[in-house]
């Protein structure tokens, strides 16, 4: 056997060893089964262990109704095991289920939850008394290779959901060679679920196997009796790795849904996510591309509307007159000494250079300046969501604003939200799908699946696309961005750009900053001094120089966007095994 398949057999078998159980049943001793008067006077399994590591089961049950008139029996088998990394199936095949005789009844075999269900009988007849049913059925994957170099059956012969007392339980284990008594280990475990009672034993013969009875030869409802047999590898044919990994996919699909998603959204997003295709040269520009605003530059450039390009906007209207800011300074006594506080307020302007578009005037009405003769308000009256419930309605009208001047062919706010949310409601209602089939999640099959809400997460957010329009405009705009924060050793690459002078800084300012090149700008007009600003108050703006200016609008900005961003406050409220362990299993009862 190779290191890798050693290793794939490692990580299997030790998660089952350790994790393979029938949990959700083990108190099932206290189930209906009080005053039940139906038995199962003998239940005898033969499990012939195959060289291919495949096993044969043929499991004789005399069940006795008493008076009890039934249809027949059914036999729940456990197929698929789940371990905290993940799913483990058998693969389990009827092939005939007799009387004593070998007269053949009627069957039916279907799939319940973890389990396989074989349904005897005749749903036309009724029968009474005691009964013989032999059922026979393959199953693959029951045979562990340890590490150690040992091979495991680790097999619960009657399993502990039957509901009718078992009077007499024998098993037989056949392997395909004679091995040596010294080289065997062999353990059985009798009584409900988890318990490490050895009230049963074994004996040996090479010739017709191993036989494991029980010592009180009565097993109750809800217990089970359980076997373990192990001997040393070499007469077996061990599964290879390419089955291994075949068998692994089938039971742990969910772990390539990751992969489906990546594949998936990959090509929705080639197909749908991806820009036009512009000029593909970037050349410095001196302004902005077709008079655009900041926030619009902004949102062209990085399909988003981001908290801090609300705060430019807002200068970007102070600049062109639509209001003033003035800087409120006071002192507060703190623990050490007195502290400054500062504040901003915004005053509407008398009258309106022009009127404003649509998210112009949402946001000025965010600001509670829209209507003549609004009171001036301080950026401190704007917390707790006063400005913050406005934030969705600013962007969507900025957005659609951008869809009918042609720049993108969608909302990208929407294109984005419906990217995202639809890859994850598709996770959750995988996860709710098969939680309601009854198939257990365990750690690794939910991280599958919050890795795939992450791939729709990522992807979703480069999903929105530019126009061919907004794609130029996007190359226009990131030459623009080259010339606010280009370097002066640089400068002298471009061809004829504008003179720098304090009323060009103050104008493209607001375009810096959306674009957070602001420090940049700034430093091209270190050597200059700002006048008195009309649309600024308060402070010493005077004689100030870019930098100190530009730090300042910084904090105001900032100041803003904590402010703006901040939501209302919410509302708080108030050793070796056991029994039940390993394959087989399950149990049984009358219909």
């Not at 065997?184 to 191993?210: H, M, N, Q, R, W």
């Not at 998936?264 to 520009?285: E, L, M």
Request: with cysteine.
């Amino acid at each position: 056997m190779t290191a890798a398949a050693l290793a794939v057999a490692f990580v299997v078998n030790f998660g089952l060893v350790f994790d393979i159980s029938e949990s959700n049943y083990a108190n099932a001793q206290e189930s209906d089964s009080a005053g039940y008067d139906e038995v199962i006077n003998n239940f005898v399994s033969t499990i012939v262990v195959q060289e291919d590591a495949s096993i044969k089961v043929t499991e004789q049950i005399v069940y006795d109704f008493g008076v009890n008139q039934k249809h027949g029996i059914y036999r729940d088998i456990p197929i698929t095991y789940s371990t905290n990394l993940n799913d483990f199936s058998v693969r389990l095949k009827v092939l005939s289920v007799t009387d004593e005789n070998g007269a053949g009844y009627d069957y039916k075999v279907s799939k319940e939850n973890n389990d396989i269900q074989i349904k005897i009988g005749d749903a036309e007849v009724l029968i009474s008394g005691e009964h013989t049913y032999i059922i026979t059925y393959t199953v693959n994957r029951a045979i562990l290779f340890n590490p150690n170099d040992e091979v495991e059956l680790y097999w619960n012969v009657t399993g502990d959901r039957w509901l009718a007392e078992i009077k007499g339980v024998e098993a037989r284990v056949v392997l395909p060679e004679e091995v040596a008594v010294e080289k065997l280990k062999v353990a059985c475990f009798v009584g409900i679920y988890g318990s490490e009672t050895e009230d049963c034993s074994s004996v040996y013969d090479p010739k017709t196997g191993i036989v494991f009875r029980t010592d009180s030869g009565v097993v109750l409802p809800g217990e089970g009796f359980t076997i373990v047999v192990q001997w040393p590898r070499g007469i077996l044919v061990e599964p290879g790795m390419t089955r291994n990994i075949l068998w692994f996919i089938g039971d742990n699909a969910i772990l390539f849904l990751p992969i489906l998603y990546f594949l998936v959204y990959g090509i929705f997003w080639w197909k749908r996510g991806r820009d036009p295709k512009g000029r593909n040269t970037i050349v410095p520009q001196y302004e902005a591309p077709d008079k655009l605003s900041p926030l619009e530059v902004g949102v062209i450039y990085d399909q988003s509307s981001d908290n801090s390009d609300l705060g430019a906007g807002v200068i970007n209207l102070a600049m062109e007159g639509f209001l003033k800011i003035k800087l409120l300074e006071t002192k507060e006594q703190g623990l050490f000494g007195f502290k400054q506080k500062k504040d901003w307020e915004f005053i509407r302007s008398a009258e309106f250079p022009r009127t404003p578009n649509d998210w112009e005037t949402k946001l000025l009405d965010a600001l509670g300046i829209l209507t003549p003769g609004s009171p001036s308000k301080k950026v401190s009256e704007l917390k707790d969501g006063a400005f913050y419930e406005h934030i969705s309605e600013i962007d969507s009208a900025l957005y659609e604003s951008l869809v009918l001047k042609s720049y993108f062919p969608q909302n990208p706010q929407k294109a984005r939200l419906k990217a995202i949310a639809s890859g994850i409601a598709l996770v959750v209602l995988l996860g709710f799908f098969t939680v309601f089939i009854g198939k257990d999640l365990n750690a690794t099959g939910v991280g599958a699946m919050f890795l795939s809400g992450l791939i729709a997460v990522v992807f979703g957010w480069f999903m929105p696309c530019r126009s061919l329009k907004g794609r130029l405009a996007y190359e226009h705009i990131a030459g623009f961005k080259q010339y606010l924060s280009v370097a002066e050793k640089d400068r002298i690459k471009f061809h004829n750009p504008p003179t720098r002078t304090p009323e060009l800084f103050e104008k493209f300012l607001p375009f810096a900053m959306v674009l957070g090149v602001e420090k940049e700008w700034a430093k091209q007009f270190e050597s200059l001094t700002i006048p008195a600003l009309s649309w600024y108050q308060g402070g010493t703006i005077s004689g100030w120089n870019a930098i100190a200016f530009t730090s300042l609008m910084n904090d105001t900005v900032s100041d803003m966007n904590s402010t703006f961003s901040a939501p209302p406050p919410s509302s708080s409220g108030g050793g070796g095994g056991f029994s039940g362990g390993g394959f087989g299993g399950g149990g049984g009862g009358s219909w």
